[in-house]
């Protein structure tokens, strides 16, 4: 099926792009890898008057580190994210995570901030924003501001994100020296969307203890979260591999798990403490 006409507008800047979201309201859409956005057009789930692209747009994408922070621009795609030197030896999760999207031609096109803007249930790239405690910058006609990956994502396909803002983007604290990450993702056979995708980041505090233990769900429930109990469970303590095990028990605990023909909730749950363990194991190794 064919997407219903509309205008197309290419954004220079991301004031242009924003002045256009103004003029035009709820008729108009951000276009960047389109992975997601078009085939809800094409099948006419929803429709729009006007298209702004914002692809080419100078500064929105690539990946730097300044001050402290990896800054990730929004329109940086999951190839690059995946192939990334820097984050390579600075944040491993999130191009192990990016690797693990899709297939080459949509992570050649799709983008983190499109991944994030649309908040799909079962997308990776949010778990991994999340346990990394990252920030989201944004503009739109009242200026820019920031918000806490912890408040961005707000229910299914919602985002803390206000009409007509544009994500610009990621900021990632750099992990300290002792700190250890992994991203374990059962994958759908047919779309290869995180059925379950947990990611896991721990800190060493003195001795062998884990100061700091930031666990972040996407596919089980309508929205990518943190799993607050199991990381209490984790901090001052010193990890063992049955410690872990009961922490990865309690993942899923508090988040109401979606059911669908391949994956029941009780089946999602239990998916969510399996990968958990794995994460948790192997986020632990990285960190001694
Ligand atoms: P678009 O489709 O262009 O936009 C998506 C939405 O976000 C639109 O509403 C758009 O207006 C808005 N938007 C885009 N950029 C911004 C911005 N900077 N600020 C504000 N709003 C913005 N994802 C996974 O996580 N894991 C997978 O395994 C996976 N597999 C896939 C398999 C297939 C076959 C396909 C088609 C997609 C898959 N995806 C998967 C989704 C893919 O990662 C998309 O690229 C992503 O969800 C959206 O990014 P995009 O750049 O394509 O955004």
């Known amino acids: 099926m064919y997407a219903a006409p ?12 924003v002045g256009l979201l103004q003029r035009y309201g709820d008729d108009a859409k951000l276009l960047a890898g389109g992975h997601s956005l078009l085939p809800v057009l094409k099948l006419r789930l929803s429709t ?7 692809r080419r747009i100078e500064g929105l994408s690539g990946i730097r580190e300044a001050g402290g922070e990896i800054v990730i621009g929004a329109a940086t795609s999951h190839a690059a994210l995946q192939h990334s030197q820097l984050l390579q030896q600075k944040l491993p999760i999130l191009a ?5 999207i899709g297939d080459p031609a949509v992570r050649n096109l799709g983008t983190i901030g499109g991944s994030l803007a649309h908040a799909d249930p079962a997308a990776d790239l949010p778990a991994v924003i999340l346990a990394l405690g990252s920030e989201l910058r944004v503009e739109g006609p009242d200026g820019s501001r920031t918000i806490a990956a912890d408040d961005c994502f707000t229910g299914l396909f919602s985002t803390a994100l206000r009409p007509g803002e544009i994500l ?5 604290p750099v992990p300290t020296a002792r700190t250890g990450t992994a991203y374990e993702k059962h994958a759908h056979p047919a779309s290869g969307f995180a059925v379950v995708g947990i990611a896991a980041v721990l800190t060493a505090g003195t ?3 884990i100061a700091q233990a930031r666990i972040a769900v996407t596919g089980v429930g309508t929205a990518a979260t943190r799993a607050g109990k199991a990381e209490t469970m984790l901090m001052g303590q010193t990890p063992t591999p049955d410690l872990l095990q009961l922490a990865a028990s309690k993942v899923p605990d508090g988040i ?8 029941p909730p009780e089946f999602r749950a239990q998916l969510a403490r399996v990968h958990a363990e794995r994460a948790l194991l192997r986020a632990w190794q990285r960190m001694r």
């Open 168 to 172: 610009t983007e990621i900021r990632v």
């Open 207 to 209: 001795g062998n203890t």
């Open 256 to 263: 109401a798990a979606r059911g669908d023909l391949y994956a």
């Open 48 to 54: 729009i008057g006007h298209l702004i692209d914002i």
């Open 6 to 17: 509309f205008e197309y507008h290419r954004a220079s800047s991301v004031q242009e792009a």
């Open 96 to 100: 192990e995570a990016a690797a693990q």
